[in-house]
């Protein structure tokens, strides 16, 4: 069976009907606490119906598979019960539906207690004022639309969730707090990331702000990808996972003598962290993933109270996110000890804590805003994100940056950079930079970064490799001499055209600016007012 991804035109279209179904009974930013479960429900029931036909194939008969099945559920990584199964869901009649939807999800929640306050969050037969928030009728549209599409492992990207929550949150939930520094990250994106840091049997992975896990996944995939063996109907006990790159219906497994990664992350968002916990259960992966404020409130320590370091990590942090300079400048972790970023700007507060929690030899890919890596430059007096680029370039912690095409991630049409830190760099005294604007498929709505792109970046970065017009490999003297601008464009042009600053990167700085104006300001009323003297 050949692999179907649903693209971004046919997920939009297919949520957008799904909410246009409860529209009116639901206020729009509740349309994904509706739609939400019920596609982790169904994608649930997918892949476990994949299992039990695989069983089938195995024993010649899927009849006799499920009767093995419910007579022991441990055959199968997890255990949908009759009456929550989508394919009995999806052809009851209105009559009762919320009641049977709840009792679904509760019914799940109770056979694999994983999910317990994950999937059970919703109760479809809600009322307010004596009135059903959703009526029976409204949510049998909703299940018909939503039964459009399968989701098994095969037919869907591994964060189809993360994807289509994304969508609901542009679409319905601007406005409640979301900051448009929030980006999903593209699939072949975290793809290549997760090539790059290559991660080996048994490793620690640690993505501090996971989202819904979609990066943690990639590098469990490639790790399935490398050292996983084909097979036609595994064993269900085993970890049935899909790469990322396959074209057919083979799936790979990790055999039992090869460690699997151990997977950890941290979520500020209720709903994001609910569908981390969601993805790690489809995927087997036994994660340990926290809810709450990384930046504040780091929940991975050691007994001595500092914080706990992992082999790799992998990120996208919210872009240009705000932070109060307090928070640097009392951190109890000692985590930022290359200089306290400006307010307007925690792009290098995140690396900062990044590098804290990376072990001794370890390395890390994190996506940032473009003008991370060249704000500052060029600028005459002091600028806190380019001190801090200064700082890491002179300790010879940065091994590569990659500049993105334009309009990959869903929200903005930004390009975002992928920094590489390593602390323990094959190739000391340089850095690789690759200009992959023009590594791109124009689509519609969205440009498409494919498999062939990804495999040229990491031939690149495997083989420390310059190509005109696509990489170079400078020293930290070319860099300094450049003022610590690390953007791949500034090294690597593919027209001749000035870049332009971003009007994104020009309103952090001028904020920044500000800042510093004000701090000034401050220190020099305080030497006026030690004088008796009033500015």
């Avoid at 396959?246 to 090869?258: I, Y």
């Avoid at 995927?283 to 780091?298: F, K, N, S, V, Y």
Wanted: hydrophobic share 40%.
């Amino acid at each position: 069976m050949t692999e179907k991804h649903l693209d971004i035109s046919t997920l939009e279209s297919w949520l957008w009907d799904a909410a246009c179904k409860i529209r009116g009974p639901v206020d729009a930013p509740k349309y994904k606490d509706y739609i939400l479960p019920l596609i982790f429900l169904k994608r649930l029931s997918n892949v476990f119906a994949d299992e039990v036909q695989g069983l089938g194939e195995e024993y010649g008969d899927v009849d006799v598979a499920q009767q093995l099945v419910e007579a022991d559920h441990s055959l199968v990584r997890f255990y949908i019960p009759p009456k929550a199964r989508w394919s009995y869901l999806a052809q009851l009649s209105p009559v009762g539906l919320g009641e049977s939807l709840t009792d679904a999800v509760r019914a799940v929640s109770r056979e694999n207690p994983r999910l317990a306050g994950v999937i059970d969050v919703t109760d479809y037969n809600a009322t307010t004022a004596g009135q059903r928030i959703v009526s029976d009728p409204h949510l049998h549209e909703l299940v018909q639309v939503l039964n459009k599409h399968r989701l098994g492992l095969r037919d869907v990207e591994p964060d189809i969730l993360g994807r289509a929550y994304e969508y609901l949150l542009r679409k319905f939930a601007e406005g409640q707090g979301q900051s448009a520094g929030e980006f999903y990250t593209p699939r072949m994106v975290g793809v290549l990331m997760s090539k790059i840091l290559a991660p080996n049997p048994g490793m620690t992975v640690y993505d501090p702000a996971c989202g819904s896990g979609g990066l943690l996944i990639k590098c469990h995939l490639e790790l399935v990808e490398k050292y996983g063996v084909p097979t036609p109907n595994p064993s269900l006990k085993e970890i049935p996972t899909p790469s990322p790159s396959q074209k057919g219906g083979e799936r790979k497994v990790l055999p039992s003598t090869v460690a699997p990664l151990q997977v950890f992350g941290q979520e500020i968002n209720p709903t994001t962290f609910a569908m981390s916990r969601m993805n790690a259960f489809i995927h087997d992966i036994e994660a340990d993933i926290a809810l709450g404020d990384t930046m504040r409130t780091p929940r991975f320590t050691q007994a001595d109270g500092s914080l706990r370091q992992f082999d790799l990590v992998t990120a996208n942090p919210m872009w240009n996110q705000n932070f109060p300079t307090e928070l640097y400048e009392n951190d109890p972790f000692e985590r930022f000890t290359k200089g306290i970023p400006p307010g307007s700007s925690a792009d290098w507060g995140w690396v900062q804590h990044m590098m804290a929690s990376l072990a001794p030899n370890g390395r890390m890919a994190v996506v940032l805003d473009t003008g991370s890596v060249s704000r500052g430059s060029g600028n005459v007096g002091s600028n806190r994100e380019r001190d801090i680029r200064k700082a890491y370039v002179e300790s010879d912690q940065i091994e590569a940056v990659f500049l993105m095409p334009e309009n990959l991630f869903y929200n903005t049409t930004a390009p975002g950079i992928i920094m590489v830190l390593n602390k323990d760099k094959k190739h000391s005294g340089e850095i690789l930079l690759v200009n992959a604007s023009q590594l791109f498929v124009k689509g519609r709505p969205k440009n498409e970064f494919t498999e062939d792109h990804v495999e040229k970046i990491v031939a690149l970065f495997n083989e420390w490799e310059a190509e005109e017009e696509v990489s170079k490999i400078v020293s930290i003297e070319e860099v300094t001499k450049n003022d610590y601008n690390l953007s791949p464009s500034r090294y690597v042009s593919t027209n001749d055209e000035e870049p332009v600053l971003p009007l994104e990167d020009a309103m952090v700085l001028l904020e920044e600016a500000e800042e510093e104006r004000a701090e000034a300001d401050e220190a020099l009323n305080a030497i006026l007012s030690k004088l008796g003297l009033k500015k």
